[in-house]
Each structure stands twice: as C-alpha cells, then as structure tokens.
C-alpha cells in the first residue's frame, strides 16, 4: 500500500485498518524514496504508514534495503569500488533499518537478485561486489535491527523452476555459512489461471530448511474487460494461492500488492491487463474478496 491509500483515495484507508493485520509500503522505504541524495535520508512517508499500523496494530513487513530498481543514480552510476560501495550499502541498511528499528516485522534486505534462469541478475551490487553482497545485507540488517525477521524476495518463484531452485540453493548455502537470514518471500504476482499447481511443494521445501515463507505481493492479473466469469475465475485462484499458504505451517502470512483495483501497478505497467486485486475501482469487495474472507474465517 502507499501512503496516499491512507491520506487521499476515500475509503481505502478504513478497508486497510479493518480488513488487515500487517501492511507493506509499496514504494516508500525503498532506496530512492528514503536516500535520493547520498546521506540524506527522508523517512516521512514511512513513518506515516507505520505510526497508522501500530495505532491500528498491524505488524509491517519492510520493503525493501537492497534492490537493483528504484535505485537513485548517485548509487547506479556512481563507479564506485567495492569497498565504497559495500560502505554506501551498509550506510543505507544502517540508517533505514535502523531508524525502523524494532517496529519492523520482517524485512525484504534482497529484493529480485536473480535472473529466470536462475544466474544472479547484473547489478551494480552483484558486478562491483560479486554474490558477497547478498550475505553482507543480511549481516548488516541483523545487526542494526536483530529483531527483525530477514527475507529474500523475488518472483517467478513461487513454482519449482530454475529461479525458485536457484534461490533454494543460495539460501541453503546462506544458513550453512551461519547467514543470518529467516525467510522467503514469494511475490505472486500472476495472471488469470495461472495458478501454480506445485506452490504448496514448493513452499514446503523452503519451510523443510527451517525457514519462514511469505506471499509478498499477491496479485492476479485479468485481461481486461473484465467479466463474471474472468471474476469467478480469479476467486478461485485466489483461493487457490491462500489454501497453499495455509497448509503449511512455515507459511506465515500473505500480503496482497494494493487494495483498490484503481491504483494497482498493474495498470500502469501491463497494458490489457488490471483488475487484480480483492477490492474494485470503486472500493466494492470483488467475488475473490468474499472467497478469501470465506475461506479464511473458516480456519480461525
Ligand atoms: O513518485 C513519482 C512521482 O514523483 C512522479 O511524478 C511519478 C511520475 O511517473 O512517478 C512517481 O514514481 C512512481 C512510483 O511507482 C510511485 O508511484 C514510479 O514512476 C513508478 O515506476 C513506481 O512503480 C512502482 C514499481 O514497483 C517500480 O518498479 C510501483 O508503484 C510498485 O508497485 C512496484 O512494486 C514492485 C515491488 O517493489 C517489487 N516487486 C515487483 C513490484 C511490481 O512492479
């Protein structure tokens, strides 16, 4: 969610204090909304939504400290060597994580570091510092907020495939060399019946290392126009991704990438596609809204 969920879009801002119990800010604690100049940091908008989570007890899962996008350019093109910019990426953990520190649920420290084949993805972090940055983060994070459950994030890895065993293998050899790191986080973003039959498979091998995993940012594009039956469709999918989650018990919680239909990313990014979230353009619960709500308050 942003933090205009909660000041300007009508009635978005009683949905999210009634209907959630942990948020997520979908663009305010990343690296170019809190340090767009080096060393000067700008938590305003962060600190809104997290001061209106506690007010309404709602845990905060952050998002997100290391991240190849939303990066400013001073990081991006600054050629630094690997020493400065190990420096400038402890500096930047050190400053957010640490003025979130100890309302922060979970943290995303790593946020998308592969590539679909399950390579490491070319960044400024991973050609200056090689793969050593991604232990260094989570190092970092745990040092500055120890209470803090640390995750690495990313999508298309929410079936068993050569990103998601990519990341199963890093995170294996992360907890063998005593890296500080306590979960998965799986994105989810996905399309119209495309529900992956191995979700729940997948989900227990990560959990069998010891590790927690989370949905991140559920969200279930439909090619628009919408109709009932693509409605009906994207309930059951819906459900589908909830019942994985719930059957494992590593699987501690999914978050869903917006509230209104409205203001969801998909519309900007994916041409065709929108209506993806629980909530339509006009804040009316969706056939996939009543299905989680059913499914969910059967299990409580
Ligand atoms: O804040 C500026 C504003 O000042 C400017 O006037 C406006 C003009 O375009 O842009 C605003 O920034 C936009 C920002 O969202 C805030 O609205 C950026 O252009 C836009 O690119 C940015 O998009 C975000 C996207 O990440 C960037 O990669 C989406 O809102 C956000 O939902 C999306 O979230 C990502 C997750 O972090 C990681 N996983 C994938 C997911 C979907 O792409």
Known sequence: MSTADLQSRGGISQIVNREFDCVTPENAMKWDAVESARGQYNFREGDILVNNAQQHGQKVRGHTLVWHSQLPHWVSNGHFSAA????????????????????????????????????????VFSST???????????????????????????????????????????????????????????????????????????????????????????????????ASKLAQQARDYESVFRACLA??????????????????????????????????????KPAYTAVKNLLSGHH
């Open 84 to 123: 400065e910019l190990r420096t400038i990426m402890q500096n930047h953990i050190n400053a957010t994580a640490g003025h979130f520190r100890g309302k922060i649920y979970a943290w995303d420290v790593v946020n998308e570091i592969f590539n679909e084949d399950g390579t490491l993805r070319q960044s």
């Open 129 to 227: 510092l090689g793969k050593s940055f991604v232990a260094d983060a989570f190092r970092y994070t745990h040092a500055v907020d120890p209470s803090a459950k640390l995750y690495i994030n990313d999508y298309n890895v929410e079936g068993i495939n050569a990103k998601s065993t990519a990341m199963y293998n890093l995170v294996k050899e992360l907890l063998a060399s005593g890296v500080p790191i306590n979960g998965v986080g799986f994105q989810t973003h996905l399309s119209l019946g495309q529900m992956h039959q191995d979700l729940q498979r997948n989900i227990e091998r990560f959990a069998a290392l010891g590790l927690d995993v989370a949905l991140t940012e559920v969200d279930i594009a439909v090619h628009l126009p919408v109709d």
């Open 248 to 285: 494992v018990p590593r699987c501690v919680g999914v978050t869903v990438w917006g509230i209104s239909d409205r203001y969801s990313w998909i519309i900007q990014f994916s041409q065709g596609n929108g209506a993806p979230l629980l909530f339509d353009d006009n804040n009316r619960e």
